[in-house]
């Protein structure tokens, strides 16, 4: 099957935790994002992976960090989360496209929950 | 401010009935893609209309742009149940991320 996957699903942590998502996409792509959708559905860009350039949105703060291994995988840590940090994590990826008419392709989110 | 704004916020119409959902845009653009959110998944792209075309239709869908107003609009015919969803509009330009609105909220009923 190809598509976006991400784990976990949910995740229910205490302020001040350090926290890991993943994310695979199993369609080729050379280009990956995260981006964060609060309560109210909006959807931010936080960073933009392609050909191991890394493009961060200069308001994600410091304590947010992808890793990645390889074009297939981009991952999100986040270290001593923060209450405002509660929202849906959104994985995805597309093809290369210096013109961004590329269709971005999702994975399902991560639900965030601090406490 | 947002760079793209879907409106209306919210919409409810019955099933068979025809909806369309507005979006402005402030940047010059070289497309605009129309995204579909189901509850509990991912945005997944209905249509992506470039900035040279002025109608794009996809079964059901019908997208329109028009740059000089920095507008489009996404209609459906003869809604389903299934199309409940949130929809957003996202502006591409070149050498730049793509931009999404906040969304409208479609809920059709029986």
């Known amino acids: 099957e190809t598509a976006v996957f991400q784990t976990p699903n949910y995740h229910v942590t205490q302020v001040g935790n350090e926290v890991s998502f993943n994310c695979k996409q199993t369609l080729g792509h050379d280009t990956m994002y995260w981006y964060k959708q609060d309560s109210k559905k909006l959807l931010k860009i936080m960073f933009s992976?392609?050909?191991?350039?890394?493009?961060v949105n200069e308001t994600v703060p410091r304590r947010f960090s992808p890793q990645s291994s390889d074009k297939a995988h981009l991952n999100l840590r986040i270290k001593s989360v923060e209450p405002e940090d509660s929202a849906v994590y959104l994985c995805?990826?597309?093809?290369?496209?210096?013109?961004?008419?590329?269709?971005?392709?999702f994975g399902p989110g991560t639900r965030l929950t601090v406490l | 401010s947002q760079l793209a704004e879907e409106n209306p916020w919210a919409l409810s119409v019955h099933e068979g009935e025809s909806v369309t959902v507005n979006c402005s845009y402030k940047t010059s653009i070289t497309a605009l893609q129309w995204y579909r959110q189901k509850s509990g998944e991912g945005p997944a792209q209905l249509i992506l209309i470039r900035s040279n075309e002025r109608e794009k239709r996809n079964g059901r869908l019908r997208a329109t742009l028009d740059t000089s107003s920095q507008s489009s609009s996404l209609s459906i015919t003869a809604t389903r149940c299934e199309d409940t969803a949130v929809y957003f509009c996202a502006s591409s330009s070149s050498f730049s991320k793509l931009v999404f609105g906040q969304g409208t909220s479609l809920s059709v009923v029986p």
């Open positions: 995805a990826s597309s093809s290369r496209d210096p013109h961004n008419y590329a269709e971005q392709f």
């Open positions: 992976y392609n050909n191991k350039q890394l493009i």
